[in-house]
């Protein structure tokens, strides 16, 4: 068990054994002893944390320097007020954690399938909407869809929630993963009928969005009203969203 967290402290490792190895330079700016400096102002992580790879995933999947989140040459130091966001993000980040059954241990220890990087990317702030609308065969035929119906199976959604047609709700959904209507209902059925397991794990994902949207001001209960977090932001026209915990590393090059 457990081999893919292992698996993620091992490879940095073997990188920065072959960085010093080709730059003995860089030893001189290493600490004396090897010891990494004690942490004085760790109110989330634990003092065992990997801190300089904990901070670099943070650095990347924002597209920001330290200096962000920290004043220049204080790391312990609270002035910045975006450290104190940061903060939020943690415990934000642990609460998205319960949702999953695959995760282990509290962030940033063990595996997670919702990091920074899922919704950040690279960015300050996270994307809500898919840059390319999905149009099916029969879209791109321009057949008509449905006549939109109230709804009637609906255990979540408002009632007058949009459901057919690229720019319903649906439409969004199939945006956010790249997969078709029937990826979450078919069995020959009506999409009223609940065959389908993906069915309940997307009903699933529309709690997340709602708790996630919870913590920020001026959100609206999905799908009604601004929302700060989409399926589309986790997503990004992928079923299994990214983490840090499932990237994928190189072996350690060969001497
Ligand atoms: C997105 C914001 C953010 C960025 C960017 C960031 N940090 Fe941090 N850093 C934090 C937060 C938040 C804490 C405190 C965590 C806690 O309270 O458990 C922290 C704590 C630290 C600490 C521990 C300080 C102490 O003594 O308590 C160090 C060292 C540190 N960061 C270094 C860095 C370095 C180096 C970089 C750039 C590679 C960096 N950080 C980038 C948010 C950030
Ligand atoms: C579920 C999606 C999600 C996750 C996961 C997430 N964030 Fe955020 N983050 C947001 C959203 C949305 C905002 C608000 C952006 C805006 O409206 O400006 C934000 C804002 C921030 C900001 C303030 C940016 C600014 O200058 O306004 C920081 C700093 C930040 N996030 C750090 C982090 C860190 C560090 C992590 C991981 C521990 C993280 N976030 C995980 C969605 C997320
Ligand atoms: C990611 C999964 C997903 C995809 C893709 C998806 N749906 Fe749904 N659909 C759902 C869920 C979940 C519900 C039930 C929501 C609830 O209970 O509030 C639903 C409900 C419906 C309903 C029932 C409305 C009623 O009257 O009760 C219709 C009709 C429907 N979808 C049509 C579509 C169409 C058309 C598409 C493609 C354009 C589509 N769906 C794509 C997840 C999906
Ligand atoms: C905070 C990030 C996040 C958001 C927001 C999010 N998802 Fe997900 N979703 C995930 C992750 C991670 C997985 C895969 C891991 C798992 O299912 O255990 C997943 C899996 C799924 C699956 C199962 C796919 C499969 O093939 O097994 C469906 C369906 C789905 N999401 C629909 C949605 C819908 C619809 C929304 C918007 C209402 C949404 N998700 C919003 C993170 C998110």
Redesign the pocket.
């Given at each position: 068990m457990n081999l893919t967290s292992r698996g993620c402290k091992i490879a940095p490792m073997h990188r920065l054994i072959v960085l010093l190895l080709v730059s003995p330079s860089l030893f001189a700016q290493q600490p004396a002893g090897g010891t990494r400096p004690a942490t004085k102002n760790l109110k989330l992580l634990a003092p065992s944390a990997d801190i300089p790879f904990v901070m670099q995933s943070f650095t990347e999947a924002l597209g920001v320097q330290c200096t962000y989140c920290h004043v220049q040459g204080d790391f312990a130091a609270d002035t910045n007020p975006k450290k104190e966001v940061a903060r939020k993000m943690i415990a934000m980040v642990r609460l998205i954690d319960s949702s999953f059954p695959s995760s282990t241990g509290a962030f940033p220890e063990g595996y997670h399938e919702v990091d920074c990087s899922t919704c950040h990317r690279g960015n300050i702030k996270p994307e809500t909407k898919a840059p390319r609308k999905y149009y099916n065969r029969a879209n791109s035929m321009g057949v008509p869809?449905p006549a939109q119906?109230?709804?009637?199976?609906?255990?979540?959604?408002p009632a007058d929630t949009r459901?057919?047609?690229?720019d319903?709700l649906?439409?969004e959904?199939?945006d956010a993963?790249n997969?078709?209507?029937a990826?979450?209902?078919g069995g020959g059925k009506?999409?009223?009928v609940d065959i389908n397991p993906?069915?309940d794990i997307?009903?699933k994902m529309?709690m997340l969005v709602r708790q996630i949207n919870a913590q920020f001001p001026g959100t609206g209960v999905y799908p009604v009203g601004n929302q700060a977090v989409t399926c589309y932001t986790c997503h990004r026209g992928d079923t299994h969203p990214a983490s840090v915990s499932n990237r994928r590393y190189d072996l350690p090059a060969k001497q």
């Open positions: 869809p119906v109230p709804g009637s199976s609906l255990k979540l959604l459901v057919h047609g690229a319903s649906m439409g959904f199939r993963l997969v078709d209507c990826y979450c209902h009506t999409q009223e993906r069915k997307a009903r529309i």
